[in-house]
């Protein structure tokens, strides 16, 4: 069935403060590689989503991601390190062993959207 082969998946990531939330990622190390009538598509490494200068709260608040890394204490120690949590007023989680084999934690983006970060363990 090489006619269905998949190449990419991509969530389209509600933003209140479109501007806000392109720095929030920038800084957070995902790279922008285009920004054409409020979409931008961001990636990191093998991973990408699509922010959208599209906002609803109770989709966003309800709204998650989950990033798989390799490193998630090296991951928490960037966040730490730039400051997130100063400069956009989110909160977070710290990171912590599940019963389900992987360490995470969770990160709130400046629209509310809850990202897990994971590392299986």
């Not at 269905?4 to 920038?26: G, H, N």
């Not at 285009?34 to 991973?47: R, V």
């Not at 390799?70 to 912590?96: C, L, M, Q, R």
Request: net charge negative; proline share 3%.
């Amino acid at each position: 069935m090489d006619n269905l082969t998949s190449v990419e998946i991509k969530a389209f990531v509600p933003a209140k403060d479109y501007e806000l939330s392109k720095r929030f990622y920038q800084d957070l190390d995902f790279t922008l590689k285009s920004d054409t009538d409020g979409l931008a598509y961001f990636y990191h490494n093998e991973c990408s989503f699509l922010l959208q200068d599209h906002y609803t709260k109770e989709y966003a608040d309800n709204f998650m991601m989950h990033l798989l890394v390799k490193n998630v204490d090296a991951w928490w120690e960037h966040i730490i390190n730039t400051n997130i949590f100063e400069k956009y007023g989110v909160k977070a989680s710290s990171p912590e062993v599940q019963p389900w084999k992987m360490k995470d934690f969770t990160l709130h983006d400046p629209s509310g959207v809850c990202w897990h970060f994971g590392e299986n363990i």
